[in-house]
């Protein structure tokens, strides 16, 4: 969703969210500003979206992306726990950083691969059995 490259022109399809200094969100889509809720709404939706500074047009995804997490953990029952994260922590900086971004990024998705299989079976298991829900 996001570059690295803050001054990467974000490819054409990618709806663009501008950050204004007094913190309000703005979606150049739909022309209205939205709220941390409505950005975790398109990432819910697999919606590829870039976030940029309004002035400098730094790209602000990843941060925005971490508050919106950082949110979530705050309310209801935590993803990560104590140990967990002072685990990713310890990588910073460590020789192997890249790699285990690489390695918990494959394995998140290997995950939601999982997960819409079993939905998917699920479902069909549904309708074959003529049961609906």
């Known amino acids: 969703m996001s570059s690295q490259d803050s001054s990467a022109t974000p490819p054409s399809g990618v709806r663009i969210i501008k950050k204004y200094p007094n913190r309000r969100l703005y979606d150049t889509a739909t022309s209205s500003y939205v709220a941390l809720s409505d950005i975790k709404d398109l990432v819910m939706q697999a919606q590829s979206f870039a976030v940029r500074d309004a002035k400098t047009g730094e790209d602000l995804t990843r941060s925005i ?23 990713m922590i310890r990588f910073y900086g460590h020789t192997m950083q890249g790699m285990m971004g690489s390695y918990l990024e494959k394995n998140l998705q290997t995950f939601a691969d999982m997960q819409k299989l079993a939905k998917n079976n699920t479902e069909h298991m549904i309708n074959l059995m003529g049961l609906k829900r």
């Open 65 to 87: 992306l971490l508050q919106i997490i950082l949110e979530q953990e705050s309310n209801g029952t935590p993803l990560f726990n104590e140990s967990m994260l002072s685990n």
